[in-house]
């Protein structure tokens, strides 16, 4: 038995395929399986069950619909897939064989290791045949079809860009064009699609409808949002107009795509990838592959987009770095999850990338499981001792432990490594020395000008009062002021004054951006407690009951226990400061802890009730 959800949501054996009824155990189905593996919170599947508009009864009628779904997995002969009742809501495994999404994920994650373009392209094939027609056609969840088809969507537009992208590097421009012409034609806001389309009828002789085509995404583009194409599509434009020959197919001409892999493979470099707090983050691997970039060193490093704030950090690692020490010279960002390491780290490699010849090698030392990379699986994407052309800089981005760090260190005098870890790694320092930058959250005037320089001037000085206020409900984190300023710019018309009224009913989980599940601060601040045992999670959650922001070391109870959780909370990057002195927890921590203890109260209740 298995189950799809790339389609309408149903269940199958062999050829048999019986598609669920709309109602609402099949919304509850599709919350679970849409976070397989996951515990999926009691409030996420009251939403997705009820919207907004909950009943009074709201969690006795849950707890109806997974007995319901319970019956009906036993009607369908379901054994192997259980639904869970765990802390704080219901989890329900599944893997590739079991559900279509997850064997989606893994084929893409095959393809970014496939020896050569035609394995990669036959494995992201394989992928695009298992959606079946509209995704959730008979799941009536206003929730899920809001917030999460559209993530789901974007996976699928996501690999189908690359496999046509490989269609057009092999030359193979004619059978590629009954895609490119649906994909263009379903999805115009794609610019990238209609790139594709339009060089692949310049390459295959249809130089008019080149153009023609060029024409009418142009005139799309500023009737109904007031831009012009980008310019990459400009650039295309003119070289159809010249007549240029476009050379052979490349698919990203911002990486070097005849760079050797490990084992002696070639690197396909595919569309450049646009996530604003990484650079070139890898797709997700399941154990024991690596969730590290592939390829060579990255030179030329660009700098972060809008990137503001963090001038002494910034003045001073950049100084510490182009120092030239006879050493490895280590920097650690440690600092609240969403506080804003990895762009600083990022920048700083940006802005000191000249003072190391032999690159700037800038590796994921964490899965999206939240599972860590080893030293092993990421020496070999560095190159060997002695071969780099002179100095190095290694950054290391959010590392888990100093064990992770210390074998993949440089030895080549002025080499030198930036690590960001939510930890200060104190063990790092004992052994290696070093400097250690604690990151807090930006001050007022900053949180401004980072909002100025993405939302534009004019549009933050139309409304100073309420960007003040988008600054301060965001709790001037770099992460919720991008994901505020990245729904403003998609809602040219919305008001600052209104997006900030809309958040402020319910932070921090408005604090997402439902086509990247990445940038969601609840999804952040989550995957930092996941890596703590239970026993430090349950006092996280403890302290939404404790009264301000300010915690003394008696918050928890008067206890050695107690004093080595604040520790430890304090270590994870979810608590600042602490002895001599008092614990501080972040306004928007201090929020989600407050609803992560309402909701364990709830599950408790609801438990002793039944």
């Known amino acids: 038995m298995r189950f799809q959800l790339l389609g309408p949501l149903s269940i199958a054996e062999g050829h048999d395929v019986v598609v669920l009824k709309p109602s609402k155990p099949s919304s509850l189905l599709a919350a679970l399986l849409i976070h397989p593996g996951s515990v999926v919170s009691t409030g996420y599947l009251l939403r997705a069950l009820w919207d907004e508009d909950q009943p009074a009864t709201a969690r006795a009628a849950l707890q109806s619909c997974v007995l319901r779904l319970r019956r009906l997995f036993v009607k369908y002969g379901v054994t192997c897939n259980v639904i869970e009742a765990v802390p704080g809501g219901y989890r329900m495994n599944a893997d590739a064989d079991t559900l279509d999404l997850v064997r989606f994920r893994a084929l893409v994650r095959a393809a970014d290791d496939a020896d050569d373009a035609e394995g990669e392209l036959y494995r992201l094939k394989e992928a695009l045949t298992l959606w079946q027609g509209p995704l959730l056609a008979n799941v009536p969840s206003p929730m899920l079809h809001r917030d999460e088809v559209p993530g789901l969507t974007e996976e699928r537009l996501r690999t189908l860009e690359r496999a046509c992208d490989i269609e057009l590097a092999l030359g193979r421009c004619r059978q590629v064009l009954v895609d490119l012409w649906e994909a263009a034609r379903r999805h115009p806001g794609r610019e990238r699609f209609s790139e594709q389309l339009i060089e692949a009828l310049y390459r295959t002789g249809r130089q008019s409808e080149a153009l023609s085509e060029y024409r009418s995404v142009k005139g799309r583009l500023k009737e109904e949002l007031g831009v012009d194409p980008g310019p990459s599509l400009q650039r295309l434009e003119l070289s159809i107009l010249r007549g240029d020959d476009l050379g052979p197919p490349a698919l990203d001409p911002g990486l070097d795509r005849t760079a050797p892999l490990p084992g002696g493979r070639t690197a396909v470099a595919l569309a450049p990838r646009t996530e604003p707090l ?60 969403g506080i804003g390491k990895t762009a600083l780290a990022r920048q700083a490699a940006h802005d000191t990338q000249d003072s190391f010849p032999g690159g700037v090698f800038i590796l994921a030392m964490t899965r999206e499981d939240g599972s860590s990379v080893t030293p092993a699986e990421a020496l070999a994407y560095l190159p060997p001792p002695g071969t780099a052309d002179g100095a190095t800089l290694l950054v290391l981005d959010d590392v888990t432990s100093p064990d992770q760090v210390r074998p993949l260190l440089p030895a080549r005098p002025g080499s030198a490594a930036i690590v960001t870890s939510r930890r200060g790694l104190a063990g790092l320092m004992a052994t290696h020395g070093g400097s250690v930058h604690r990151l807090s959250t930006l001050e007022p005037a900053e949180s401004e000008q980072l909002l ?15 960007a003040r206020e988008l600054a301060r409900v965001c709790g001037h984190f770099p992460l919720s002021l991008r994901i505020a300023t990245a729904r403003l710019l998609t809602r040219p018309g919305l008001r600052i004054e209104d997006c900030v009224a809309w958040l402020s009913e319910d932070l921090p989980a408005r604090l997402s951006l439902a086509d990247d599940p990445r940038l969601s601060v609840p999804q952040v601040f989550g995957g930092a407690l996941r890596r703590l045992e239970p026993r430090w999670r349950e006092a996280f959650h403890r302290l939404g009951d404790h009264e301000g922001l300010l915690l003394s070391s008696q918050a928890l109870g008067n206890s050695p226990e107690a004093e080595e959780a604040l520790e430890r909370l304090a270590d994870a990057g979810l608590l600042e400061e602490g002895p001599p002195g008092p614990y501080r927890i972040h306004r928007l921590l201090k929020i989600y802890a407050r609803q992560q203890a309402r909701e364990r109260h709830n599950s408790q209740a609801a438990t002793a009730r039944h």
Not at 282 to 310: C, D
Not at 452 to 466: D, N
């Open 278 to 337: 990484a650079i070139a983050a890898p797709a997700p691997a399941p154990a024991p592959v690596p969730s590290v970039p592939l390829g060579p060193a990255m030179r030329p490093v660009p700098p972060v987009p809008s990137f503001t704030g963090r001038i002494a950090e910034r003045a001073a690692i950049t100084a510490r770095l182009a120092a030239g020490s006879p050493y490895t010279t280590v920097v650690v960002l440690s600092g609240a999850p």
């Open 452 to 466: 100025a320089a993405v939302l534009g001037a004019e549009r933050v000085a139309a409304e100073p009062a309420a």
